[in-house]
């Protein structure tokens, strides 16, 4: 086989040392490894037509593609968050299938009538995301939570766990890896019944001193994280004794809570929308006290997420703080499901459902 005779051209997402960049390195290093591959990138959008299989990313409820490819025969691998609009289902039929990244995701096609849609989950890289030993018993119990900060991760969720629980624990430390690069995106944070939401300063450090005091966190027992290198979150990770994912609604398996649970940490997540494909009780706390949220854009329906109780996340921080020995079996179990989501596995299934050997 040779680079000159493509078996598969991909068009994903290639910025970037996280989220989609992550899943796209992923992606193309795996994919490359199993038939001759050839990344697309369309800037100018007039459509490409290719002389092989194209994979190409949908994003949001429009399902819009990264680049628009077509190949001899398309499949659209669709992450969306949102209600998926009847331009979306149009835009549906232009591909042989949609490769849905959460079974949520798929649920969400066959309701709106693209019958043609199917499972396709991404994975972790299991070299850089192994168990780690066990954290030395030093100053405190750390909390760990993760994602861009936005109100559909939840993070309003775990600042007002966090300021019930400081008051209780002289010695839980929350350790946030929270920036986000599209601040457009922390609006909705200011809807949050939970939180006041200010963000101030002209650091990221700053703007998060500030959303912690107005929120009657100590600063002193949280580390902010700065924008880390995807290699070197094993080493953070490592540090701390469980993961807090109280997400409103994820349309993938999120990378980030799978990347700590591969590390062999505890986590606490919202049973609900993606977490689903990866969580079960046996690898988790589950939180399944949820209530259904759904928000309005213009007075339409924009998206229908799930609503997590800040007292069930204290609970379960509390649970896990008082049972150490316990949620470390957790974590082991974690590490262990999630060597069958791994980025060799997610390509072999993309190219099993495309029917590319």
């Known amino acids: 086989m040779t680079r000159s005779s493509p078996k598969l051209y991909v068009a994903l997402p ?15 290093q795996e994919f490359d490894k199993l038939v001759p591959t050839t990344p697309v990138r369309v800037r100018d959008g007039q459509v490409r037509l290719v002389d092989a299989p194209a994979f190409v990313c949908l994003g ?20 969306f968050e949102t209600a998926l609009h009847e331009k979306g289902v149009l835009r549906a039929q232009e591909y042989e299938k949609i490769l849905c990244s959460s079974s949520w995701c798929r649920d969400r096609c066959l309701e709106a009538g693209i019958a043609h849609a199917d499972v396709l989950l991404q994975g972790i890289d299991p070299v850089l995301f192994h168990p780690a030993p066990s954290r030395r018993q030093g100053r405190g119990f750390v909390v760990f939570s ?11 969720v775990v600042i007002k766990a966090m300021q019930i629980l400081q008051h209780r624990y002289d010695d839980i430390l929350l350790v946030t890896a929270w920036v986000n690069l599209w601040p457009h995106s922390m609006e909705l944070l200011r809807k949050s019944p939970h939180i006041t939401f200010e963000v101030d300063g002209d650091t990221w450090e700053e703007r998060m001193r500030r959303l912690y005091a107005v929120n009657d966190l ?3 027992r949280i580390v902010t994280m700065s924008l880390v290198p995807n290699s070197l979150m094993r080493d953070v990770y490592a540090q701390t004794d469980i993961g807090v ?4 609604c994820e349309g993938g398996t999120n990378l980030v809570m799978m990347e700590y649970m591969a590390t062999g940490r505890p986590v606490i997540g919202s049973y609900a929308t993606g977490h689903r494909d990866v969580l079960s009780s046996e690898n988790a706390l589950l939180l399944t006290d949820l209530k259904q949220e759904r928000l309005l854009l213009n007075g339409k329906p924009f998206a229908d997420w799930v609503s997590p109780s800040v007292d069930e996340v204290v609970a379960a921080v509390e649970y896990a703080y008082h049972h150490r020995d316990e949620i470390q ?4 179990r974690a590490a262990c499901d999630m060597l069958r989501f791994t980025w060799e596995q997610s390509a072999r299934n993309a190219l099993r459902l495309m029917d590319i050997e």
């Open 14 to 28: 290639q910025e970037g040392d996280f989220g989609w960049g992550i899943v796209s390195r992923g992606f193309m």
């Open 60 to 79: 949001s409820g429009d399902l819009t593609p990264v680049a628009e490819v077509r190949g001899t025969r398309s499949y659209g691998h669709a992450v």
């Open 146 to 156: 993760g994602g861009k900060l936005e109100y559909r991760k939840g993070q309003d």
């Open 218 to 220: 100590d600063p002193t």
């Open 245 to 248: 994912f109280p997400n409103r």
């Open 329 to 332: 079996k957790l974590g082991k």
